[in-house]
């Protein structure tokens, strides 16, 4: 696999902290590789010091291969995509789509803009101004712009965050085919699990500037290397220093027989619509959480339960 | 969340004042078309006009002011817009301090400090007070001015936006041009506005560094009301007043875009 | 992007410097100088220029200007506060009416003083007036006195008043005021203690903008005062005009700003300075 962007090492330290701290990862081309973690956990200031807009304090950067730790954003070729957008007020949708065009020797703007546009399927609104169109079209307006220049790596900073919930989810589907349709290698960052593991090829976990585990959506929540990382990705349950996730933990009034099973009393069962998380206790006061199919038997609080979890569910720690 | 509404008590008072404001430059105006020259009514005329427009002397200070006016404007506009840039980006704290102290200078020493440093520089070169000392002094305190709103507007500009514009591949001037510029547009000239009126409208400090040959407006108004009251002024009051009016109404306009 | 930004300061850092910040130098060192025998400036360096200021008649027109410029910053406060409130709760037309206070202020301060000497001299407006209805006999002599000074000064100076308080007011939180009422507030308690001392920053910034040029006026004095209501800065222009004593006319000016820097030290906030 070709690695188009290398990160080695690379920090950004401050008198005060250190906002990264030797972070290294590789990209392959055409992947789609979301940077996952809280907010200050220093994702965006990696994004920064690839796109060209902070300097880092030690590593490297290298792109296909050669060294742009010290090179001007204009002098990088991959693009970003800003959290708000950052589209040019006084130009319109058209103009801003073709003002990296501009920037280069070459010509048919026009025509390559527009071929950017029906991409992200904007194609009617190319005379309107940003503030004339939605928080959605904009979006795609900044990743048309971006697009068109055909960078090694598109760089998204957080680009859902600022959508109504309810439109988040089909952006993602559309950003998701839209990256598989160009081939460009995306570089996502964001602090949403869901849209980590829904959208990624692979992706890397990152928590007070350091980078705690990169690899597949599965491997990553099966697999977590940390406390953290588990924690981050989903719920956990830890029992007695081993870790299970609520889904994979089982609850019932009976015994399961083939299984060793911790009597338990039920605290509380919530009905989420699809799902049944039911909150029960442990004799040693310790709480578990169980997800629980609807369909399946009901509980009250202060039932007397079992619980048990398949010994291939656990999470292990190095 | 509603807004109360002000009281019958408070629109009153709120008319007396603006009265208050208002009335003593209609006055002057009314009596601009006064027949005589004394503050009994008799009689619509425009003879005053008429005669502001004659005189050599008012004709002469006019074009005087107006290019003054126009130059220093031009070059404050131009120096004030790069400085309020280059402060936007960092901060200079030694050069807004200096635009800061300059701005809340009286007048009066502002003006006999150049004076002062003008005499001392004519020890070396053979010049004299004239034109050229006026507008170089109408740039000195109007640059200040230009700072202020264009920063003001640059205020409400997104610092992303030229960050945007490096990453799609323009350089540092290139941002500033296609991106920044265009959006402090309006607050630019609004500045201009604001400098040329500044510019046009001030005594204290031409009249301190101006020469023999280079009379301006209100120097001349000045030397008028020194002696009495002239409806000659009521007239060119009149006039500037519509004039700057106008200016002053388009630079709010721009700067609310 | 630092030699861009250097190039682009450099032109104003030039005006300021030399046409400046230079002549601040230039009239420092003539302040202690003497005085030359037909006007000019002659060698014995001396602080004697600062020690005549001491004199009675110098620290009384120092009184004076503190004295105008003190009442004219209160007239302002009082006549300004309610205005700015009216504008504040006038909803849709607040931009009017903002203007309308705005607009005076610009058009041409030497005109605006010359209006008052229209209205207000023997036969101006005002004594023609009150003599046609018989109220006096003759005319009073309402210029060139202290009074006429400040009321020059106030009308100059209000919309310097005006604006920073409406610009508090208006980013006062109507949460605040509903909160007010809720627990019991009557309209006037609600004013004096909610709404005034949480305009603290706008009276703060609008006494700044008021008292500092009114202390060092010139115009204004000269029109309206005639030679009757000397201040600071007419003592100024008459030395270094008529009396010709440049190192005396520079200490005055130097004493002027130095006050001028307190009195911004001791008001100003320091975010003052992102008026820049």
């Known amino acids: 696999m070709e690695r188009v962007l290398e990160l080695r090492g690379v920090s950004k330290h401050y008198p005060s902290h250190h906002a990264v701290n030797g972070v290294s990862l590789n990209l392959a081309r055409g992947e789609f590789f979301s940077l996952l973690g809280p907010s200050g956990c220093g994702k965006t200031t990696t994004l920064r010091m690839i796109a060209g807009f902070e300097q880092p304090t030690a590593g490297q950067i290298l792109l296909n291969g050669a060294d742009i730790t010290y090179r001007k954003p204009y002098e990088r070729n991959v693009s970003t995509v800003f959290q708000n957008y950052a589209l040019f007020p006084h130009l319109s949708v058209q103009q801003n789509v073709e003002f990296g065009l501009r920037r280069r020797p070459g010509n048919h703007y026009a025509q390559r803009a527009m071929e950017a546009l029906d991409l992200v399927q904007l194609a009617g609104k190319q005379t309107r101004r940003p503030s004339e169109i939605s928080g959605g079209e904009r979006q795609r307006v900044a990743l048309a712009r971006s697009l068109v220049l055909a960078p090694d790596v598109l760089l998204l900073d957080e680009p859902l965050s600022a959508l109504d919930p309810n439109l988040r989810k089909q952006v993602r589907a559309e950003l998701k085919a839209i990256q598989r349709r160009v081939g460009i290698t995306f570089l996502f960052v964001t602090h949403d699990q869901e849209e980590a593991l829904s959208l990624s090829d692979r992706l890397g976990v990152m928590s007070a500037g350091e980078l705690q585990q990169v690899g597949t959506p599965e491997e990553i929540y099966l697999r977590p290397r940390t406390r953290f990382v588990a924690g981050f990705l989903g719920g956990v349950n830890w029992i007695d220093g081993v870790g299970v996730r609520p889904e994979a933990t089982r609850i019932a009034k009976e015994p399961p027989g083939e299984r060793p099973a911790r009597p338990a009393t039920v605290v509380q069962s919530t009905f989420l619509g699809n799902c049944i998380h039911v909150e029960a206790r442990l004799p040693n006061e310790q709480p578990v959480l169980a997800e629980v199919s609807r369909l399946g038997e009901g509980f009250r609080a202060g039932d007397p339960v079992y619980v048990w979890w398949e010994p291939a569910d656990e999470l292990v720690f190095q | 969340m509603t807004v109360k509404r002000a009281s019958p008590a408070l629109a009153l008072y709120a008319l007396c004042a603006y009265l208050f404001l208002h009335l003593p430059l209609l006055i002057l105006a009314v009596f601009s078309f006064n027949q005589s020259r004394f503050t009994v009514w008799q009689g619509f005329s425009f003879n005053w006009y008429a005669a502001a427009l004659k005189d050599s002397q008012l004709l002469e200070s006019t074009a005087n002011s107006l290019i003054i006016a126009v130059v220093a404007t031009l070059i404050s506009t131009v120096f004030g817009t790069l400085c309020a840039y280059g402060l936007w980006k960092r901060n200079s704290r030694p050069l807004a301090t200096s635009l800061y102290l300059n701005l809340v200078t009286p007048e009066i020493v502002t003006g006999i400090s150049l004076l002062a440093f003008y005499q001392w520089i004519f020890r070396f070169l053979r010049v004299q007070l004239g034109m050229h000392t006026v507008i170089l002094a109408h740039v000195a305190f109007s640059i200040a001015y230009v700072v202020i709103v264009v920063m003001a507007r640059l205020r409400t500009v997104d610092a992303r936006l030229e960050e945007a514009a490096l990453d799609l591949g323009a350089n540092e001037w290139q941002a500033f041009r296609f991106v920044t510029l265009p959006a402090i547009l309006p607050g630019v000239i609004a500045a201009a506005l604001l400098a040329f009126t500044v510019s046009f409208d001030d005594y204290v400090i031409t009249s301190l560094v101006a020469g023999v040959n280079s009379e301006t407006l209100p120097m001349v108004i000045y030397a008028i009301a020194r002696r009495g009251v002239n409806p000659v002024v009521n007239a060119i009051s009149a006039l500037i007043f519509v004039g700057f009016g106008c200016l002053i109404l388009i630079s709010q306009r721009l700067q609310s875009t | ?276």
Not at chain 3, 25 to 52: E, H, K
Not at chain 3, 123 to 143: A, D, E, M, Y
């Open chain 3, 1 to 276: 992007m630092n030699r861009l930004r250097a190039w682009f300061l450099a032109p104003t850092w030039t005006v300021m410097a030399a046409l400046f910040l230079a002549p601040l130098a230039i009239i420092l060192s003539y302040s202690f100088l003497t005085r030359g025998a037909y006007g000019g400036l002659s060698s014995p360096w001396t602080p004697d220029s600062y020690q005549r200021l001491v004199d009675p008649i110098y620290l009384g027109i120092l009184g004076r200007s503190f004295w105008i410029a003190g009442v004219s910053t209160v007239i302002c406060l009082l006549l300004g506060f309610p205005l700015a409130l009216f504008i504040s709760r006038s909803g849709a037309r607040k931009n009017l009416y903002l203007s309308l206070v705005i607009l005076p202020f610009w058009t041409s301060f030497l005109i605006r003083t010359y209006a008052w000497m229209f209205l207000l001299r023997d036969t101006g407006l005002v004594n023609t007036f009150l003599q046609k209805i018989g109220v006096i006999h003759s005319p009073l002599s309402l210029l060139y006195n202290d009074g006429a000074v400040i009321l020059g000064l106030v009308y100059g100076y209000l919309p310097f008043m005006v604006l920073p308080l409406y610009a508090t007011l208006e980013r006062l939180d109507q949460n605040l005021l509903e909160a007010a009422a809720d627990l019991g507030a009557k309209p006037w308690v609600a004013l004096t203690r909610v709404i005034l001392p949480l305009c603290e920053p706008g009276i703060r910034a609008g006494t700044i903008l008021v008292f500092i040029p009114c202390l060092g006026a010139y115009l204004t004095p000269d029109l309206l005062g005639g030679g009757k209501s000397v201040m600071i800065g007419n003592l100024i222009q008459n030395q270094f005009t008529t009396a010709r004593d440049w190192p005396f006319g520079s200490a005055v000016s130097l004493t002027l700003m130095a006050i001028v820097m307190l009195l911004l030290m001791s008001l100003a906030r320091r975010d003052a300075e992102d008026l820049l």
